[in-house]
């Protein structure tokens, strides 16, 4: 009896071991890839400096850990204002904060990298006595264009000791005077590396057909809407532009109003669903849903949100009742992205794209992810602001 439960233990043990491999392999992010790319990054940047033509460089004070979007966002605009300045920016790899690892830029951010310098050759380049650390700060209005006059100086490396791109910036209509030249800088360099844009491809709610994207931002977001509720704060980046007036979801944004703020910053589901209404009754044509979201092990009531919402606009009889044809005949999300073994990393930006390519966008102008969206989208030729929501 007791030999018997012994070998019972021993062979579960091995059936864990055999069940902990599968799920490590299947999980585990593609060292390999990032080994090769971390390579080529410093071969390159490299290759570019020693090209002969002299070069002025920029060294920016960057965020350190926080959501990917948050990471990427900043990115965008600091090489912006590099270019808008004529300097190389010096990209430095992103934090992932799950792993609390240093990913190589390029693995996701290759219209970046190309004709950038990497930091690890940044002393090389710029050895510490040569460089010159600036502060720029000041109020959020004429920020974006004191940076500019600084990294148009003539001193050839610059460090930027503050962090510009606060939180108060970015949502602050001194971003406004940014877009006509960021919209631009997106449409010419903004490009996912082949590992996502394939992912994309595949991961496509049909291969085919128009289908709709929505953004349910819901996670930590209860808490951090009534703190935005108590400061009085509106919609972040690049949903405040004017030109997005129409898009926002009726009754109208009153910053001033905390229950306004509420219901734009964590809408009811069935605000939601008024907002998937009204643009499938607009688009009749469209019978397909991704639902981006954040649900994960510490915000599991995300799932039961987003299988309410699948349920929903699938129900005849309640779609009917909406007014539209209907209903919805594949409905995807966040959780039901085809990820191959090794490609977990990439799952956030495939959300991205795939919300970027949809024909029509239904977003939260409290995201930085939504308004990153919505930035990628208005970059594209031929975008169409009513085919935005935000709710
Ligand atoms: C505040 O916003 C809510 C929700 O939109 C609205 O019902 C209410 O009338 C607003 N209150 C004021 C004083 O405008």
Redesign the pocket.
């Known amino acids: 009896m007791l030999r018997l439960s012994f070998r019972l233990f021993g062979l579960l043990t091995l059936l864990l071991l055999f069940v902990l491999y599968y799920v490590y392999h299947q999980f585990a992010p593609p060292y390999t890839v990032y080994d090769t790319l971390t390579q080529s990054e410093l071969r390159e940047s490299l290759a570019l400096v020693e090209d002969r033509t002299p070069q002025k460089y920029v060294f920016f004070k960057q965020l350190q850990g926080a959501g990917f979007n948050n990471q990427v966002q900043e990115i965008l605009l600091y090489h912006h204002l590099a270019l808008l300045t004529s300097r190389v920016y010096v990209y430095q790899p992103l934090i992932w904060q799950p792993r609390r690892a240093s990913l190589p830029l390029s693995a996701f951010l290759p219209g970046v990298t190309t004709g950038s310098i990497s930091a690890a050759i940044f002393d090389r380049v710029c050895p510490p006595s040569e460089v010159k650390h600036v502060s720029i700060n000041g109020e959020n209005d004429g920020l974006w264009k004191h940076a500019k006059d600084v990294l148009e100086g003539p001193e050839r490396c610059i460090t930027v000791d503050d962090w510009i791109l606060r939180w108060s910036f970015l949502s602050s209509s001194a971003m406004h005077p940014i877009w006509p030249s960021f919209r631009h800088y997106l449409s010419s360099h903004f490009k996912w590396s082949a590992y996502i844009s394939d992912m994309t491809v595949r991961a496509r709610p049909t291969a085919i057909e128009p289908y709709m994207a929505l953004h349910l931002r819901r996670g930590d977001f209860e808490d951090h809407c009534r703190g935005l509720a108590s400061t009085q704060t509106g919609f972040t980046t690049w949903a405040t532009l004017p030109e997005l007036g129409g898009a926002v979801f009726p ?1 109208s944004l ?1 910053p001033t ?4 703020v509420i ?1 734009h910053c964590y809408p009811t589901l069935q605000r939601i669903l008024d907002a998937v209404d009204s643009q499938a009754r607009a688009n009749p044509h469209i019978s397909s849903l991704h639902v981006l979201h954040d649900g994960a092990w510490d915000h599991p009531t995300v799932y039961l949100q987003c299988y309410k919402l699948e349920a929903a606009v699938k129900s005849p009889e309640r779609i009917l009742r909406a007014g539209w044809v209907g209903p919805m005949k594949v409905v995807t999300h966040s959780g039901t992205l085809p990820v191959r073994r090794g490609e977990s990393d990439w799952a956030v930006a495939v959300d991205v794209e795939l919300a970027v390519k949809a024909q029509v966008f239904i977003g939260n102008g409290y995201s930085s992810l939504s308004s990153q969206i919505v930035a990628l989208r208005l970059a594209k030729e031929g975008a169409r602001t009513k085919d935005i929501t935000l709710v």
């Open positions: 009754p009153d109003n905390s229950t306004s219901e």
